[in-house]
C-alpha cells in the first residue's frame, strides 16, 4: 500500500521536514527572463500597496523599494550613511524589513561600498569602488589634505588606503589605530596629539567619512 509506505524519492515528503515559520514569508527561486537568457534570481512575496495582495518580487527590487521607503532621497541617505548612529538605526529598520544587507552585496563587484549598494538598488545609480571614492577625495580634498600637518595627514592618508582594502567599519573600529599602517605613525595618544587631542581627532575621523560620501 502506497499510502502506508515510505515517501519515494524526490517526493514531497513530510509537512515537518518543511516548517513553515508563522510570519516569516518565503524566499523561493525565479527566472526572469533577461533577453535570450534566463538568470536564476532570488525572490520573495512582499504586499503589493497598490492592490493590497501578494506579489512575487525580486530580492533587489524589494530591497531598493523599502531604501526609498525608509529614505526616500539620496543625498539624505548619504548624511545617514555617514554617521555611526544613524547608519546604525538604518541596518536595524533594513533588517527590520527582511532587507539582507549581506546577501544582496554579493551580486556587487568586489570593493563596492554598502552605501552604493542601497543606492543602486534603490534608484539604479552608477556605482563606485570604494578605490573610486578615495581617487575622488583625494582629488577634491587635496588643499585641506596638504594644509595639515603631516602626521595628521599621514594618519588621514592611511585611514584612506584601509577603507579601499576593507571598508567603512575597519576605518571607523578603534582597533584601527593598532593596525598597520597607522601603528608605524605612532600610538593612539601620539596620533590624537598630532590633531591637537581626541576631541579633534575624532572630529577629524569623522570628516573623513563625510568626505568620502560626499566625493
Known sequence: DLADGPEEEGGRGSAAEDPEVPGEQRRMPVLPVRGDMAVLSDARFAVDTSTGRLALTETEAYAGERVRRL??????????????????????????????????????PEGTDDLDV?????????????????????????????????????????????????????????????????????SAVEIAQSFGGAEQWHAAEERLVEWLYSA
Open 71 to 108: 529614505v526616500p532621497d539620496m543625498k539624505v541617505l548619504a548624511r545617514r550613511w555617514a554617521r555611526r548612529q544613524s547608519r546604525d538605526e538604518l541596518l536595524a529598520d533594513l533588517r527590520a524589513q527582511h532587507v539582507d544587507i549581506d546577501a544582496v552585496r554579493e551580486r556587487f
Open 118 to 186: 542601497l543606492l543602486q538598488l534603490a534608484w539604479n545609480v552608477e556605482t563606485p569602488t570604494r578605490s573610486e571614492r578615495v581617487r575622488r577625495v583625494r582629488e577634491q580634498r587635496s588643499e585641506e589634505l596638504q594644509a595639515m600637518a603631516e602626521g595628521a595627514r599621514r594618519v588621514l592618508e592611511g585611514l584612506l588606503d584601509r577603507y579601499v582594502d576593507y571598508g567603512l567599519d575597519d576605518i571607523t573600529s578603534p582597533q584601527v589605530l593598532t593596525m598597520e599602517p597607522l601603528s608605524r605613525i605612532g
